[in-house]
């Protein structure tokens, strides 16, 4: 594909994650079934397949079943099937490792791996079976005509940091296509301009987040066995922040480790990152890590608000699949499985409509009604009200989930609403507790040992973004972000996982925040997280960002 051309395709999928690959390789069988043909064409950000793939990973398998029914199950790049499976509740020194599972958490037949590795392999599946997969291109426009979706275009590049054109300044590609399918993960750029374009959340939750941080270890020999994981509650979170860790045996002597928390805590200056490295000097989770070595680091968010949060899927000749449609089942934290069913009922849903040449919203509505049909909401519904509860704490919110448990979800309120997550943020002002720095005084000086800054973190992320084009990163209102600066104490430095922004005072004694979006990460917290809905993030120049390599 050359830039500064248009491109005409049946389908076209933004975004090589599992959702839309799957997506691709249904297509192509189904297409073939049928003695069908049509173009698939496959466009991804990222340097390579995988180079933005983050997860856990523990995984359902059997959709893999599904949607390779002719391939030997072995193939596929599990890292091993889980063996033990425990949860513990930490606090600074002990670890009570829970004699029960939390429900909906039983991880028995279930596999760990690096989801980035198995991306990699069904890119090679898709490919097999016909479909066109171009990555290192960054799409920053949805193109239309009569008010309709009718493809995208991908990102001019040769543009400096003022947005002047450079010598080798190439103008981006247009790409029509009778069915577009945003696969592009959580919080996708283009999927926000759909959602704002066409009202896609009347009616819904509003939908909330939470951001993971994981590094992956070689450890000595017998610090954990693959296939053992554990699940973490309490320390170093308090009673109003939401989440945990987790610790999975990987083959080769591997570990990967990571806290999650959800982004409605109201500390401005809570720091997931700091956080994470906290948790790993528990002794529970220390000993495991005694002796190894960091390899990988990296971070994400995730949607959260389940059922109810799930946006209208679909428009005239376009639909959302996976992360992007909030698909991921709480309080179990998958969405792996849930993404590549979506990716599958898309593409039933569109060779449906391209046989019949009726690509219109009447048409395509019939994934709704697939996906309400399939396990996805089999799962999401007794769970409906799961994370809204815990909004109010994990007290209250543990006995709103047991009454949820003995209604069917339903709880004794009815559903429950939520708020977006940059409005749980308090003001300095109004925040009655220590702030995180005074919480864990004297735990936040790194060794570089088992702790690490974010700096290092970042280093071992791969990431890379050229040097000469717009950043990526823009503050909407500098005026108004004085307030986030002066009321909130700018939190974007603390909220992000990669050192992005940067609290500078200058010579007038002025505060300001300054951007480094080479450092960015891509999990897109800022987006989210910002007071005011102060920071929009875009995407970078295409193969910009995180080279992931078994995450």
């Known amino acids: ?61 059997n959709v893999f079943k599904e949607l390779l029914p002719d391939v030997d199950f072995s193939e596929i790049p599990f890292s091993s099937i889980v063996t033990k499976d425990k949860t513990a509740f930490l606090t600074e020194k002990r670890a009570f490792v829970l004699p029960f599972h939390v429900p909906y958490m039983n991880n028995k037949g279930n596999y760990v791996g690096s989801l980035g590795q198995i991306c990699r392999y069904l890119a090679l599946k898709a490919e097999e079976k016909g479909v066109e997969i171009y990555t290192g291109f960054a799409v920053d426009e949805i193109l239309y005509k009569d008010g309709k979706v009718i493809g995208v275009k991908t990102k001019d590049t040769g543009i400096d940091h003022h947005g002047n054109r450079l010598e080798n300044f190439q103008p981006g590609s247009s790409i ?72 999975y045996g990987l083959t080769e002597n591997r570990v990967a480790v990571g806290l999650v928390v959800g982004l409605d805590y109201k500390d ?34 995730l ?115 939520s708020h977006a997550d940059y409005q749980t943020t308090l003001k300095l002002s109004e925040l009655k507790k220590k702030p995180f720095k005074e919480r864990f005084k004297g735990k936040l000086e790194f060794d570089k040992v088992l702790t690490f800054d974010k700096s290092t973190d970042v280093y071992h992320s791969g990431v890379y973004h050229d040097e000469q084009q717009v950043p990526h990163l823009h503050i909407n209102d500098i005026e108004q972000f004085k307030i986030n600066i002066e009321e909130y104490g700018a939190p974007e430095v603390f909220f992000c996982s990669s050192e992005v922004y940067e609290l500078h005072t200058n010579k007038a004694g002025q505060k300001e925040v300054r951007i480094h979006a080479e450092n960015c990460m891509h999990c897109k917290t800022c987006d989210i997280k910002s007071p005011g809905e102060a920071i929009t993030w875009v995407v970078p120049n295409g193969g910009n960002g995180p080279d992931f390599q078994n995450m």
Not at 28 to 48: F, S
Not at 182 to 209: C, H, P
Not at 356 to 373: M, R
């Open 268 to 301: 401005p200056s809570f720091d997931v990152h700091d956080a994470f490295q906290i948790w790993k000097t528990t002794p529970f989770v220390s000993r495991i890590l005694k002796g190894g070595k960091f390899i990988e680091y990296g971070a994400k968010t």
């Open 176 to 247: 029509e296509a009778r069915i577009t399918i945003f696969a592009e993960g959580t919080r996708g750029s283009l999927t926000k301009m759909l959602i704002k374009k066409f009202d896609l959340t009347i009616g819904r939750n509003e939908q909330v987040y939470s951001l993971g941080c994981k590094e992956l270890w070689t450890i000595p020999e017998g610090n954990i066995k693959p296939g053992q994981i554990y699940h973490t509650m309490g320390y170093p979170l308090q009673n109003d922040e939401f989440g945990g860790g987790f610790i």
């Open 303 to 417: 949607p959260e608000g389940g059922l109810y949060s799930i946006l209208k899927l679909y428009v005239d000749n376009a639909l959302i699949v996976g992360d992007g449609a909030g698909l991921v089942a709480m309080p179990a934290l998958k969405g792996i499985h849930l993404s590549i069913k979506s990716g599958m009922l898309a593409a039933q849903t569109a060779v449906d409509a391209l046989v019949n040449n009726d690509t219109s919203e009447k048409v395509l509505k019939q994934y709704e009604s697939l996906l309400n049909n399939s396990f996805i909401h089999k799962e999401l519904y007794p769970v409906r009200n799961f994370r809204q509860a815990f909004a109010k704490g994990l007290i209250a919110g543990g006995l709103l989930f047991g009454t949820q448990l003995i209604t069917g979800g339903a709880g004794f309120f009815g559903r429950l609403r």
């Open 1 to 61: 594909m050359n830039d500064n051309d248009t491109v005409k395709t049946d389908v076209l999928i933004i975004g090589g994650g599992p959702s839309g690959l799957a997506a691709s390789i249904h297509l192509a069988d189904i297409l073939k079934q049928r003695n069908q043909k049509a173009r698939i064409l496959l466009v991804e950000k990222g340097r390579a397949i995988g180079s933005h793939i983050l997860s856990g990973a523990v995984i359902k398998p």
